[in-house]
């Protein structure tokens, strides 16, 4: 295989959805061409960074209007004379 | 033996497609989801702070606007609640409402940008995506910085990717949903996903590039 071909396959290596000839083929070059062990394994670095990152604490005032809009919604929701409204 | 003439790749593992919730948290999340269906507000409650922090993230990274972010994570939560007798619970309640939230952080982003954003329109994936950087990044490289540094560079180069790449990038492998999944969340086809998905990769291996690269930042 050339390196082109490896690119082009690379997201459904990397999701682990190549059938097992290609999957060899691609894994054997990947022995043999160190530019694309490196372009794989930080392919493969980018998603894990993205994948394992924490997102930020929301910030409060966001975090308060989110549940004063929530509970404004769901009161009116129980409220029997806002449904006959 | 040449350079390149090596022993077999020592890569680590390829990342394994998120295993399925456990037994207890899928249990605890129907129950909650029960509970919130039969008018249990503390139910739905518990569930909104569980995901609000990864859904405002979401509508961030597609909205790249902090008060439309803001504005979709609420209305999200909101239609979830409204609509939640549709749950029928065959995917993952954060699935169901992460479908949600990348609608209204959509239609926020349309709005601003009307003539830039419409997903399913053909995008050209065809030019050369052979990498021109290769360079080592070793092997922690997000050790290097700070939590919230971090968070800022990846909001930064994510925010750089044009939309019908980004959107892609954030449900495939930030949220983890199935090429499946994400396809039918954005009305694309999968080929179109894979594609979007390969460019947005690479894309942003490349940005990271200049933070993560051995002797960067050491």
């Known amino acids: 295989m050339k390196c082109k071909a490896i690119i082009n396959e690379l997201a459904d290596y990397l999701d682990e959805a190549l059938d097992p000839t290609l999957r060899a083929s691609i894994e054997q070059h990947l022995g043999n061409c160190k530019d694309c062990r490196v372009v794989v394994d930080t392919c493969q670095k980018t998603i894990q960074i993205f994948c394992n990152s924490e997102p930020a604490p929301l910030p409060e005032d966001t975090r308060e209007r989110l549940h004063e809009a929530l509970l ?6 129980k409220s029997p004379d806002s449904q006959r409204a | 033996m040449d350079r390149f003439s090596m022993s077999s790749p020592k890569l680590d593992p390829v990342r394994p497609r998120p295993p399925l919730p456990s037994t207890v948290v899928k249990d605890d999340e129907s129950a909650l989801v029960a509970a919130a269906k039969g008018g249990d507000i503390s139910a739905f409650e518990t569930l909104v702070g569980r995901y609000e922090r990864k859904i405002f993230r979401l509508a961030q990274n597609i909205t790249q606007n ?11 939560f909101l239609k979830a609640y409204e609509h939640l007798d549709e749950f029928q619970g065959n995917s993952r309640f954060y699935t169901w409402l992460v479908r949600i939230a990348v609608n209204q952080a959509l239609m926020k982003l349309r709005r601003r940008r ?8 053909e995008v050209d994936t065809g030019e050369d995506m052979m990498p021109r950087e290769v360079e080592d990044w070793g092997p922690s490289p997000e050790d ?37 999944e994400t396809a039918e969340a954005l009305g694309l086809s999968v080929p179109a996903v894979k594609s979007r998905l390969l460019r947005a990769r690479l894309k942003l291996r490349e940005k990271l590039n200049q933070y993560f690269r051995r002797g960067e930042h050491s």
């Open chain 1, 72 to 77: 404004r919604r769901l009161r009116l929701r």
């Open chain 2, 114 to 121: 009307p003539n830039v954003v419409s997903l399913d329109q």
């Open chain 2, 66 to 76: 902090r008060e439309d972010a803001e504005d979709a994570m609420q209305e999200s």
């Open chain 2, 144 to 180: 290097r910085y700070g939590q919230t540094e971090l968070a800022g560079i990846l909001g930064k180069v994510i925010g750089e990717l044009d939309p019908p790449f980004r959107i892609v990038f954030q449900l495939r492998d930030i949220e983890e949903l199935s090429t499946e």
